[in-house]
């Protein structure tokens, strides 16, 4: 018997016993669960900077974690050794959330402000994100999300009071490049109109030759951006030849900072990363 998942727009229709779409949400008996719950492959003190979020307490660090799989496909993925792979390929250890709490606090004296849920996409690991960010908010910790934003919106809604920050991927601004990504342009929109109401959000673009770096696209992409609030910092990074585009060039330096500055003609705070 098929079960669907109503995590993320994908709606996968799960089979008894086996995973979705993203490789971690499965049908046991009936109800989908977690199936990577409490699995983290990386783990690491990270500078806040490095999420990236450039204007959420600049100079901290925070705990940062990962699992393993993705509801996207982006044949450019720069992490795909986790998030396209399955339990059985990558080595993780369990850490419940109150050990992942402990070992936020005991990080504190070298500037660990809290926790974020990056590496690969956090939303497929939806109830163990949810428990840890939970018992991180009693505990007085700040928790980000690094995410492809591609969640429905009860559960997001659900998460939100709980999250402090968040840096948002919109990966392209045509419905044709998302269909290139395997995800749901709308889906991702939506996820940053309504946290940006409820917490501090930046968003990034990963600059790729040839799919979604004409001067046209970032200006419509920063102009609706603003329409939601001028001061959202945004992130160009550059990209570079890996997963299924190792043949591709990577992304002139001049391409980014020209598309910088397009985007800085509505936008207060404009980042160009890994120039």
């Keep these: 018997m ?11 229709m799960i089979e008894e016993g086996h995973l979705g779409r993203c490789h971690a949400r499965k049908n046991v008996n009936g109800t989908i669960i977690c199936d990577n719950y409490g699995k983290i492959t990386s783990i690491a003190l990270d500078p806040i900077e490095k999420k990236p ?3 959420f307490y600049p100079g901290s660090m925070i705990l940062s974690i990962g699992s393993y799989g993705c509801n996207l496909r982006c044949p450019f993925c720069q992490n795909s050794e ?7 390929d990558v080595a993780y250890t369990y850490i419940s959330p109150e050990e992942l709490v402990r070992r936020a606090h005991e990080l504190e004296p070298q500037g660990n402000i809290g926790i974020a849920y990056t590496y690969n996409e956090p939303f497929i ?34 998460l939100l009071p709980y999250i402090d920050a968040m840096n948002i991927d919109l990966k392209g601004f ?5 269909d ?3 995800g749901d342009f709308a889906t991702v929109r939506r996820t940053i109109e309504i946290s940006a109401k409820s917490c ?5 673009t990963l600059v790729i030759p040839g799919k979604n770096d004409s001067p046209e696209e970032i200006e419509e992409l920063a102009k609706w951006l603003a329409g939601i609030d001028p001061e959202i910092p945004y992130h160009l990074s550059r990209f570079f030849p890996d997963y299924k585009m190792s043949d591709a060039k990577a992304t002139p330096i001049k391409t980014v900072y ?11 705070y404009v980042y160009t990363g890994n120039c």
């Design 2 to 12: 098929k079960t669907r998942c109503e995590n993320c727009p994908h709606y996968c």
């Design 53 to 55: 979020l450039m204007r």
């Design 82 to 88: 986790i998030s396209q792979a399955y339990e059985e």
């Design 125 to 158: 690991s939806y109830e163990y994100v949810f428990d840890c960010a939970k018992l991180a908010h009693e505990e007085g910790l700040k928790n980000v999300l690094v995410t492809n934003g591609m969640v429905c919106e009860e559960p997001l809604r659900a």
């Design 174 to 178: 045509t419905r044709e490049f998302y």
């Design 180 to 182: 290139f990504a395997g």
């Design 200 to 204: 501090h959000v930046e968003v990034t």
């Design 258 to 268: 020209d598309l910088a500055d397009v985007a800085r003609k509505h936008l207060k």
